[in-house]
């Protein structure tokens, strides 16, 4: 057994047993019984730093954890799923959502959860792991996957193809722009989006979808590009389907966001541009919509009217000079760092 995987268990055991016992362990508790595991499996000392950070972002993110569980296996109620199959979820969603996927790739989190619940689980666990953080991987859209498979490509053109449409909103203020982002139960930042309805072009989708969401009133600049990806779906046939988004760049005022009612999101903010390279976004959506909205904000910023007929290039040098270290910032970091 490699030593990750022995570190692995040695947390498994000590969820396992909170989730057994009758008395409410705390953190303080938890962590006793990690080094007791830990002596008792022979995990190395050196792993150590590892198995407690899994083991309080387990505890820390339970909820939101439950709540993927819950939305990832609906036909299958928390309390009904064996409590070792249970524990394996929480520990493999944790690695799957909160770590940094620089030491743990998504496939990594998942073949992990998947062995852990062939060695300690009944015959059918390891299938019902796999299913239920495969489904969960699929939403987030299948990070660190090889794309440009022909096989791939050709099964999804023959799936039903569902309309989506968001935007990246900003706005001006006292001289400083402004971008809006929802955050999601998974622990990201994220740009609005939703299903353009019967008789609604893309950009009246977006408009609207904005205005549920965020309670911002929109106007769409330009088209920033689209996404697609895979996902689950048990009312059409073969069970999956292709969502296609469409993202603009829109302009509100700056005006108080208001989080609607849509499922898997808990906060919207505004954040001053110099502050979006330390969110935490998804690879996809940075690289493909993040980066090039604040790109193609170059082209909309507004200048003073000029006291003098050279301070309008200076002004704009000095515009282009923030814009560009931002761009630098969340392409050098990747967009993993939280806010």
Request: aromatic share 8%; hydrophobic share 40%; proline share 4%.
């Given at each position: 057994?490699?030593?990750?995987?022995?570190?692995?268990?040695?947390?498994l055991q000590v969820l396992f047993e909170r989730d057994a016992s009758d008395k409410k362990m705390s953190l303080e508790d938890c962590t006793q019984r990690l080094a007791e595991y830990s002596q008792e499996f022979g995990a190395r000392e050196a792993d150590a730093p590892f198995m407690k950070e899994l083991l309080k972002t387990v505890l820390a993110k339970q909820k939101?954890?439950?709540?993927?569980?819950?939305?990832?296996?609906?036909?299958?109620?928390?309390?009904?799923?064996?409590?070792?199959?249970?524990?394996?979820?929480?520990?493999?969603?944790?690695?799957?959502?909160?770590?940094?996927?620089?030491?743990?790739?998504?496939?990594?989190?998942?073949?992990?959860?998947?062995?852990?619940?062939?060695?300690?689980?009944?015959?059918?666990?390891?299938?019902?792991?796999?299913?239920?953080?495969?489904?969960?991987?699929?939403?987030?859209?299948?990070?660190?996957?090889?794309?440009?498979?022909?096989?791939?490509?050709?099964?999804?053109?023959?799936m039903p193809t569902e309309d989506l449409a968001g935007a990246v909103v900003f706005a001006e203020n006292e001289g400083e722009y402004y971008l809006a982002f929802v955050h999601d139960i998974f622990g990201h930042w994220t740009?609005?989006?939703?299903?353009?309805?019967?008789?609604?072009?893309?950009?009246?989708?977006?408009?609207?979808?904005?205005?549920?969401?965020?309670?911002?009133?929109?106007?769409?600049?330009?088209?920033?590009?689209?996404?697609?990806?895979?996902?689950?779906?048990?009312?059409?046939?073969?069970?999956?389907?292709?969502?296609?988004?469409?993202?603009?760049?829109?302009?509100?005022?700056?005006?108080?966001?208001?989080?609607?009612?849509?499922?898997?999101?808990?906060?919207?903010?505004?954040?001053?541009?110099?502050?979006?390279?330390?969110?935490?976004?998804?690879?996809?959506?940075?690289?493909?919509?993040?980066?090039?909205?604040?790109?193609?904000?170059?082209?909309?910023?507004?200048?003073?009217?000029?006291?003098?007929?050279?301070?309008?290039?200076?002004?704009?040098?000095?515009?282009?000079?923030?814009?560009?270290?931002?761009?630098?910032?969340?392409?050098?970091?990747?967009?993993?760092?939280?806010?």
């Amino acid at each position: 057994m490699s030593n990750r995987h022995l570190a692995r268990s040695v947390v498994l055991q000590v969820l396992f047993e909170r989730d057994a016992s009758d008395k409410k362990m705390s953190l303080e508790d938890c962590t006793q019984r990690l080094a007791e595991y830990s002596q008792e499996f022979g995990a190395r000392e050196a792993d150590a730093p590892f198995m407690k950070e899994l083991l309080k972002t387990v505890l820390a993110k339970q909820k939101e954890i439950d709540e993927v569980i819950v939305r990832a296996a609906p036909e299958w109620p928390l309390d009904r799923i064996a409590p070792i199959d249970r524990n394996i979820l929480r520990l493999g969603l944790a690695e799957l959502l909160f770590s940094d996927r620089s030491h743990v790739p998504a496939k990594v989190a998942i073949n992990e959860a998947i062995e852990l619940a062939k060695t300690f689980g009944a015959a059918s666990s390891g299938r019902f792991v796999n299913g239920v953080l495969g489904a969960v991987y699929i939403e987030l859209g299948e990070p660190g996957k090889n794309e440009g498979v022909a096989r791939k490509k050709a099964a999804a053109a023959k799936m039903p193809t569902e309309d989506l449409a968001g935007a990246v909103v900003f706005a001006e203020n006292e001289g400083e722009y402004y971008l809006a982002f929802v955050h999601d139960i998974f622990g990201h930042w994220t740009i609005s989006k939703g299903k353009v309805e019967k008789g609604e072009d893309v950009q009246q989708g977006a408009i609207r979808e904005i205005k549920e969401e965020m309670a911002l009133d929109i106007e769409i600049v330009e088209e920033l590009g689209v996404n697609e990806y895979i996902a689950n779906d048990s009312k059409v046939q073969g069970g999956k389907k292709r969502k296609r988004v469409t993202y603009f760049l829109a302009k509100s005022p700056f005006s108080e966001i208001r989080l609607g009612s849509s499922g898997g999101l808990d906060d919207a903010q505004w954040f001053p541009l110099a502050a979006v390279g330390d969110l935490n976004f998804y690879d996809d959506s940075l690289t493909k919509i993040v980066i090039p909205a604040i790109k193609a904000l170059s082209k909309f910023r507004q200048v003073s009217p000029p006291k003098a007929e050279e301070q309008p290039v200076e002004e704009e040098k000095k515009v282009e000079e923030r814009e560009e270290t931002v761009e630098a910032r969340i392409e050098r970091r990747g967009g993993r760092r939280r806010h």
